[in-house]
């Protein structure tokens, strides 16, 4: 099996999909029944990517909440999506924000259906910066998710939202590693499964 460079400090969409399909290709177990999604998604919708995609080719090159949940399953019970988004809002701020406050977080969104015939869905949440937040702002979801996870929740489960949302992560802690640490623990997981009590996971 070949190995891929790690990532660049700066990497492409094209490079980032290209170590999501190497999971995919390579390491994801099927017994763990992922279909890992290969783009990274950075917009709820159309529109608010219009917004930011002439800004930058990086925010023209994300896909938007519907292309995850259309991928198809083949089978898998659980959409595994890399997304790379602003933590900051830009709601009456002057626009386009500065480059400077450009910086974007890279985290991973799990949705677990039921087994057919059975309603409802659940949500892990799992963000390089988990447990610092946890830490530093409690376990309400309010305060420990947020924007663009938010509007995530928002999607997920239709009109009464996940059943469940599981929240964790670890190794970033501010240090601006988030997407390295994000695609090592989905090749994590495409390796050894999900087990939401070894990974520290905490219901919000």
Not at 64 to 83: E, M, Q
Not at 110 to 122: D, L, N, S, T, W
Not at 191 to 201: I, Q, S, T
Request: aromatic share 8%.
């Amino acid at each position: 099996m070949s190995q891929l460079p790690p990532l660049t400090d700066k990497p492409t969409v094209d490079e980032i999909h290209q170590h999501l399909s190497h999971i995919v290709q390579h390491i994801l177990k099927p017994a763990h029944s992922f279909s890992i999604f290969q783009e990274p998604i950075g917009f709820k919708d159309g529109n608010m990517k219009a917004n930011w995609a002439p800004y930058d080719l990086f925010f023209n090159a994300l896909s938007i909440h519907s292309d995850f949940f259309k991928h198809p399953l083949n089978g898998a019970t659980c959409r595994v999506g890399l997304f790379i988004t602003s933590m900051a809002s830009w709601v009456g701020k002057k626009w386009p924000p500065p480059k400077k406050n450009w910086d974007l977080h890279a985290w991973v969104a799990i949705v677990i259906g039921k087994p057919e015939g059975c309603k409802g869905k659940e949500l892990v949440i799992w963000d390089p910066n988990g447990d610092k937040r946890v830490e530093e702002l409690g376990q309400s979801r309010k305060a420990v998710l947020f924007g663009p996870q938010k509007r995530l929740v928002e999607d997920v489960g239709g009109k009464g939202g996940p059943e469940r949302i599981l929240y964790g992560g670890k190794g970033n802690r501010g240090s601006g590693i988030c997407l390295d640490v994000a695609v090592e623990w989905i090749q994590h997981i495409a390796e050894n499964g999900l087990d939401a009590e070894a990974e520290g996971l905490i219901e919000i």
